[in-house]
């Protein structure tokens, strides 16, 4: 806690001159374009009916380093609903969006990666449109990438123990119960 502060301090001071120069040469970073994708996704149906019919099916990949931007993004643009502008009341046209992703793999928190936001998603894909068409979520438990003895070993090291959560060292395992910090074990 005690290195972050001052760490803070100096990317403060420095995004006080990173944005108006950036701003004053006209550059858009990463982060700004899908802030304005968002925004004109949400504020302008006539643009989101566009891409709806220009792309039908949307596929995201390692989902589980998605951020609240890009996901507000991938659902307005499979929503049926092409008035609603809250992402998260949005429901994807049956059939139109695909995630895969594993929440133990999440590695972009630094970027606002995070369990809640995958959750949230999760729960819309599941809800579908509300009536007859629901999403499916398969909970894939095989492994084909490496052998049963990294896999054991995996297990072994992350299995939560009641000894480490008295000495605190549990935050490098998985809880046996999920929560909006981490996937369950």
């Known amino acids: 806690e005690a290195k972050y502060a001052p760490i803070i301090r100096v990317f403060e001071r420095a995004r006080k001159v990173y944005d108006p120069l950036r701003i004053e040469r006209g550059y858009l970073n990463y982060q700004d374009l899908l802030m304005k994708a968002a925004d004109l996704l949400r504020e302008q149906p006539h643009v989101r009916e ?49 995630v895969v992703g594993d929440p133990k793999q999440s590695i972009y928190r630094f970027r606002r990666a995070d369990i809640v936001t995958y959750n949230q998603v999760k729960e819309i894909i599941e809800k579908g449109d509300g009536k007859k068409s629901k999403g499916l979520v398969v909970e894939l438990s095989a492994n084909f990438r490496t052998t049963g003895d990294i896999i054991d070993w995996v297990n072994e090291v992350f299995q939560p123990s009641e000894e480490e959560d008295a000495n605190k060292k549990a935050m490098l395992r998985f809880p046996e119960a999920p929560s909006d910090e981490s996937p369950e074990y």
């Open 50 to 98: 566009y891409f709806s019919r220009r792309f039908s099916h949307l596929l995201v990949d390692e989902f589980q380093d998605t951020d609240p931007i890009q996901a507000e993004v991938m659902v307005l643009l499979t929503s049926s609903d092409k008035s609603e502008r809250d992402w998260r009341k949005c429901r994807p046209r049956p059939g139109s969006l695909f």
